[in-house]
């Protein structure tokens, strides 16, 4: 711990929530965001009753309080993807994807330095093992265009390193031995892994290369869940599934659209509804696009997106729970269980237990060599992801860390160490 506050930060900018840290003696590394709050969920609220901007919890409160206005979440979902460069409609307004990430970022950075008492221009950032599987140069273009939008908003300084070992750094802090530890960072938006040996006498080192012996990652994380169940669960009572008058399926776009968290605003535009209005005219089953046109009606994709969130949230505790859909029509609800949410992640979850598998492989690790298995990120909260993994490791000890805030208490050491 150094004898006076570090100069610069840890920024965890996610895809569901954010974070930002910095080492300050005898005081909590993570940064008071919102009120009291640690984190920040990844959101901007524009209501247009009052002309405001609105974020994090303070946005999802506003969308559902039934403000008019346009809900952005999930806005590092689109670094790496065509939409980075596309434009999204605010009260009649052209703004581009681009403006919204600096002005959430802008905002994260302002309310750091107002919790820290003094301004940041260097910073050490979280970024996923890959922004885009299987694409370098779609990856590189990824971390470009944060950097840049990071500069933009006043980071004169800044560098890079991968948020699982950004997690296995905080992890490290209390550890009394050496162990092998595969860092398990599944977030929003991508789940990450780190085979590392970490101890007492190698966090005192400024080098730490030779004890990384494995990243790997895979575009899975809690978002990609929630489409999921959404999809298998609500978007058919959308008609999703169903017939056209000639006996075809339904084509599929503008459910997926709906589904998809950074995507959804993408639904309310001109080009998406014509859209709807075909499927309509050749929908077999028009009592389920009646749904559909409600709900677009509404803008209630995000309010649809959380009740699904929520219900996926709840099965990690429960057997069972309700999905109301009373909004779209009265008295509609879904029972959904534990195997339903099971049924519609297997793929996903088989995917990221490959993922683990090789990464074991390419390190020339047998799974008895691995200590500890360490969670963090909340899509780590999925039960049945937690024992895909677990499985692969039976001898390991498997523990969780702060699973919104061990990724930006680490970024913060590491941005101590790299920027004093």
């Known amino acids: 711990m150094p004898h006076s506050p570090a100069r610069a930060c840890g920024v965890d900018f996610g895809t569901s929530n954010s974070t930002v840290g910095q080492l300050r003696p005898g005081a909590q590394t993570l940064l008071p965001l919102e009120g009291e709050r640690l984190t920040l969920p990844s959101a901007v609220f524009f209501n247009l009753d009052e002309g405001s901007t609105h974020f994090g919890r303070d946005a999802m409160g506003q969308y559902l309080e ?61 970024r996923p093992v890959f922004f885009v599987d299987g694409k370098p140069e779609a990856d590189r273009l990824a971390q470009d265009t944060l950097e840049e939008i990071a500069r933009s908003v006043g980071f004169r300084e800044l560098s890079f390193q991968y948020e699982p070992i950004g997690a296995a750094f905080h992890y490290e802090r209390g550890l009394a031995r050496e162990e092998l530890v595969l860092i398990a960072d599944i977030g929003g938006g991508t789940a990450d892994f780190s085979l590392v040996r970490l101890s007492p006498e190698r966090a005192r080192r400024d080098e730490r290369r030779d004890d990384l012996l494995a990243n790997g990652g895979v575009h899975i994380g809690g978002t990609d869940f929630d489409r999921a169940f ?58 389920r696009l009646d749904r559909l046109a409600r709900l677009i009606d509404l803008r209630a994709g995000h309010w649809l997106a959380l009740q699904v969130e929520e219900a996926k949230i709840a099965l990690s505790a429960h057997a069972q729970t309700q999905l109301a859909l009373d909004q779209l029509e009265g008295g509609l609800a879904l029972t ?56 692969l490791l039976p001898e390991a000890h498997a523990c969780e860390g702060d699973l919104f805030g061990s990724i930006g208490a680490g970024l913060a050491v590491e941005a101590a160490r790299r920027y004093g």
């Open 230 to 287: 959404n999809l298998a669960a609500a978007m058919p009572l959308l008609g999703l599934g169903s017939r056209t008058l000639n006996g075809a399926e339904l084509p599929s776009q503008l459910f997926y659209q709906l589904a998809t968290w950074h995507t959804i605003p993408l639904a309310y535009s001109r080009p998406a509804w014509a859209d709807f209005q075909q499927l309509y005219r050749m929908s077999a089953q028009r009592e």
């Open 336 to 391: 959904l269980t534990r195997d339903d949410f099971a049924a519609a992640t297997a793929e996903l979850v088989a995917r990221v237990a490959q993922t683990v598998a090789a990464l074991l492989s390419q390190a020339g690790l047998r799974a008895q060599d691995v200590d500890t298995l360490f969670f963090t990120g909340g899509g780590s909260g999925v039960p049945q992801l937690r024992e895909a993994i677990a499985r």
């Open 66 to 126: 039934g403000y008019e206005g346009r809900l952005v979440r999930a806005l590092k979902s689109l670094l790496g993807s065509s939409l980075i460069d596309a434009h999204t409609e605010v009260g009649g307004h052209v703004l581009s994807f681009r403006t919204l990430l600096a002005t959430f970022i802008g905002e994260l950075k302002a309310r750091a330095e107002h919790a820290a008492g003094r301004s940041f221009e260097r910073a050490v950032f979280g």
